[in-house]
Structures are given as C-alpha cells and as structure tokens.
T-cell receptor, first 114, second 113 residues
Framework: KAGVTQTPRYLIKTRGQQVTLSCSPI?????VSWYQQTPGQGLQFLFE???????NKGNFPGRFSGRQFSNSRSEMNVSTLELGDSALYLC?????????????FGPGTRLTVL | GQSLEQPSEVTAVEGAIVQINCTYQ??????LSWYQQHDGGAPTFLSY????GLEETGRFSSFLSRSDSYGYLLLQELQMKDSASYFC??????????????FGKGTKLSVIP
C-alpha cells in the first residue's frame, strides 16, 4: 500500500509570510503527528492529531498550527515565518494512538525561509 | 518531560559490529524505538523494545534495560549502506492520556572500507 505522502516537497518563502504543508497518511491510519527537524535541534515533536482533534502539542509557539480532516489527511500551518523556521517538516502516521504502534514517516517538506 | 542521550558520531569498518548506546529520562515509559535516516531521506523504523531484553531483526538487534533507563542498537556485519543517522526515541507520558515520541539528537554512523 502507498506510504505517507507530503506536499510540497520543497518550499521557499520569505520572512513574514505564511505556509501550509499537507500530509496524507497511510490508508487506514488515523493518527498523524508532525515533527520539525533541524541540524541543531534534531527531531522535535510539533503536534498529534487523531479523529480530527489535536491530542498532543509540543513546545512550539502559537504560529504553528494544524488540523486534520475526516479522511485523516492533515495540514500544518506556520504564520509569520521567521528565518529559524527553516527546517525539514516531517509527518508520521500510525494506525491508532496506541503508544506501541509504529510510526511511518513521510519524505518531508523542506522549508527555506529567506 | 523526556530527554535522551546518544553519541553524535560513530565510525566503524565494513563487516564489523557497532553498538550505539542510548540513555533516557522520561515520565512514564511505553518503549524505546530506533529509527534509521539516510541523508535526504525520511526516518524509517528499525526496532521497538517495550520490555527488558534483546530483540533481533536480521543484522540489527536492540536491547533495553528499563531499570537502567538504557538501551542500545547493535549492527552486525556492517555494510556501506548502513552509513546513516540512527535515532533512539522514547514514548512517554505527556499528560492527559497523551503519549509523546521524543527523539535523541541522532548518531551519525560512518562505515568505512
């Protein structure tokens, strides 16, 4: 079956703009988590969605938001972009919220803020 | 909260064995996972330990000691394609019945001929 897909794969924005990233989980997977990956901070948890509700949120400012649709597809939005938001944004899906479920990662969206 | 420590870099010779250690601190514990990430790629799941002991999957093995808050990933018969970053990740309580997966900073493994 198809894996996790993310669009777009690459994005260049300027400071102050906003951006929306999209994630389609593996068919049947209902939990979607988002991570930010940077060379300095590594992989950091942004938020988790399940059944269209945000279930968990990492330590990021309110400029970072997301949502999940009824088909489990998810979007994340970053407003008022800052240079430090340049990163690889990864989406991961899992079957349920059971902590023992494996997470499957998408290829990521590489965001560059100029 | 959760935190993990793992070495930043390891170099090993093709055909050899390498062990990547991981120590963690977490509130609540639901297991230790290992992920592999090649440059420019996405993390891919390697193994999961929920209970103490050794889990083996082909050339890769992972060990967990919950009493020591310690685990390791063992890679045997190293191949050049094993050159990648390896992340340990712990799933712990983040409150209100939520479980958060927290990753270590990653260990960059370089396999040399």
């Amino acid at each position: 079956k198809a894996g996790v897909t993310q669009t777009p794969r690459y994005l260049i924005k300027t400071r102050g703009q906003q951006v929306t990233l999209s994630c389609s989980p593996i068919s049947g997977h209902r939990s979607v988590s988002w991570y930010q990956q940077t060379p300095g901070q590594g992989l950091q948890f942004l938020f988790e969605y399940f059944s269209e509700t945000q279930r968990n949120k990492g330590n990021f400012p309110g400029r970072f938001s997301g949502r999940q649709f009824s088909n489990s597809r998810s979007e994340m939005n970053v407003s008022t972009l800052e240079l430090g938001d340049s990163a690889l944004y990864l989406c991961a899906s899992s079957l349920t919220r059971d902590p023992y479920n494996e997470q499957f990662f998408g290829p990521g969206t590489r965001l560059t803020v100029l | 909260g959760q935190s993990l420590e793992q070495p930043s870099e390891v170099t090993a010779v093709e055909g050899a064995i390498v062990q990547i250690n991981c120590t963690y601190q977490t509130s609540g514990f639901y297991g230790l996972s290992w992920y592999q990430q090649h440059d420019g790629g996405a993390p891919t799941f390697l193994s999961y330990n929920g209970l103490d002991g050794l889990e083996e999957t082909g050339r890769f093995s992972s060990f967990l000691s919950r009493s020591d808050s310690y685990g390791y990933l063992l890679l045997q018969e190293l191949q050049m394609k094993d050159s990648a970053s390896y992340f340990c990740a712990v799933r712990g309580d983040s409150g209100a019945g939520s479980y958060q997966l927290t990753f270590g900073k990653g260990t960059k493994l370089s396999v040399i001929p």
